[in-house]
Structure formats: structure tokens, C-alpha cells
């Protein structure tokens, strides 16, 4: 149980154009998503934390306006980076969790690997 | 505030040997504390996690760790080690007081685990 898939799971796009990731959990209902970005080799870096039904709460130094994220349903929440350039390319990866998110864990997605020509 | 150290970046072990992953943290009250393994192009895997109680924690793939508060400790170990536990391994650490934080994890930077045959 708790698995959570992403879709697409790589990417390539011309600069300047909107991509869109799915985060979705296939057998549970996740109140609360979360999308991270990673480098090669590095940790992750978390970017917003999405409730269902409401805004994302974006970590200090992201730009909402660049990467949209949407959380219609208990199920899905969605990254959209949007006029993607070559800096933009990374390894982004959500994860779910069960209400409370308190003492729960997070189940991670495999990753979109977004690159950018 | 809080965060996570790993002391090391990488870890080399003989196959059949002893592995520990070491891993420190700071909270202003109580942690919840979990440790994942992530493999190459692929999202994290839950491996364990402290929650209260016994201050050893068992986990997935024989893994366990030790939560020692006197240390502000968690490391994470292995009484044998397999070739196929080579990969990245991140401690994560959460305060179950910030609740109005959505369940935010903060991650250490990662330790790349090598098992040699």
C-alpha cells in the first residue's frame, strides 16, 4: 500500500515552454502533498507543501508564479513549471502523506527528470 | 530551527561487514525522526522511523537504528551488509510541535553508501 506514482518520468522541452508533472497516490487519499527538486548527488530541496482544496505554501525563495502547483483532489496535485529555461532542469519529486501528517511518513514518488534544451 | 547532519558524504563497507550511517539532529522539542534509501534515478524508499518509545527502531531490509536523545543521535545500521544497499541514503527529521507546518520533513544532505564484494 501507499504508493504514489508520478507522471511523466523524464521529460525534455524546448526553452520557454510549460511543463506539467502528476503526483498522484494510487491507494490512498492524501490530504497533504509535497514537491521537492534535486540535484545530481545532492539532497532534497522542498518547494511547496500542498493541501487539498487550498493555495500551496511555497518555501522561501521559489517562485510561485514559476512552478504552479495545483492540488484538486485527494488523489492528485500537479507541478507546472511554467517558461521553463535550462536552469530549470532537475529531478523533481513529490511525496504524500496521511492526515495527520504529524508521526506519519511521507511515501515518495519515482521522479520526473525535466530537462530543458 | 531544525536540521539534520550527515557527518559523511560517502561510506565504504566490505559485503558481509558491520554499516553504519550517521546522523544527527536539532529540534526545539520533540523529533520524529526516519531514514530513507533512495537508488539511482528513483525516488525515496521509507526505511524507518522513530516515533517514541523503544529506543531502537527495526526497519525494512534489516536495517535498524538508534535513537539517543542525550546525543541528539540517530544513526542508522546494519549488522551485514549487501552490494545491493549501495545507494543514497538520507535522514530526515520533523518537530511534532510544528503542526501548522504541514508535516515538513528537513533532510540531511545524503550519504552515498558504497558495499564492495
Known amino acids: 500500500g501507499a504508493v504514489v506514482s508520478q507522471h511523466p518520468s523524464w521529460v525534455i522541452c524546448k526553452s520557454g515552454t510549460s511543463v506539467k508533472i502528476e503526483c498522484r497516490s494510487l491507494?490512498?487519499?492524501?490530504?497533504?502533498m509535497f514537491w521537492y527538486r534535486q540535484f545530481p548527488k545532492q539532497s532534497l530541496m522542498l518547494m511547496a507543501t500542498?493541501?487539498?482544496?487550498?493555495?500551496?505554501?511555497?518555501e522561501q525563495g521559489v517562485e510561485k508564479d514559476k512552478f504552479l502547483i495545483n492540488h484538486a483532489s485527494l488523489t492528485l496535485s500537479t507541478l507546472t513549471v511554467t517558461s521553463a529555461h535550462p536552469e530549470d532542469s532537475s529531478f523533481y519529486i513529490c511525496?504524500?502523506?496521511?492526515?495527520?501528517?504529524?508521526?506519519?511518513?511521507?511515501?515518495f514518488g519515482p521522479g520526473t527528470r525535466l530537462t530543458v534544451l | 530551527a531544525q536540521s539534520v547532519a550527515q557527518p559523511e558524504d560517502q561510506v565504504n563497507v566490505a559485503e558481509g561487514n558491520p554499516l553504519t550511517v550517521k546522523c544527527t539532529y536539532s529540534?526545539?522539542?520533540?523529533?520524529?525522526l526516519f531514514w530513507y534509501v533512495q537508488y539511482p534515478n528513483r525516488g525515496l524508499q521509507f526505511l524507518l522511523k522513530?516515533?517514541?518509545?523503544?529506543?531502537l527502531v527495526k526497519g525494512s531490509y534489516g536495517f535498524e537504528a538508534e535513537f539517543n536523545k542525550s546525543q541528539t543521535s540517530f544513526h542508522l545500521k546494519k549488522p551485514s551488509a549487501l552490494v545491493s544497499d549501495s545507494a543514497l541514503y538520507f535522514c530526515?527529521?520533523?518537530?511534532?510541535?510544528?503542526?501548522?507546518?504541514?508535516?515538513?520533513?528537513?533532510f540531511g544532505q545524503g550519504t552515498e553508501l558504497s558495499v564492495k564484494p
Open positions: 500542498s493541501n487539498e482544496g487550498s493555495k500551496a505554501t511555497y
Open positions: 491507494d490512498f487519499q492524501a490530504t497533504t
Open positions: 530526515a527529521v520533523r518537530d511534532h510541535m510544528i503542526y501548522n507546518q504541514g508535516g515538513k520533513l528537513i
Open positions: 511525496s504524500a502523506s496521511f492526515f495527520p501528517p504529524g508521526s506519519n511518513e511521507q511515501f
Open positions: 522513530y516515533i517514541t518509545g523503544d529506543n
Open positions: 529540534v526545539s522539542g520533540n523529533p520524529y
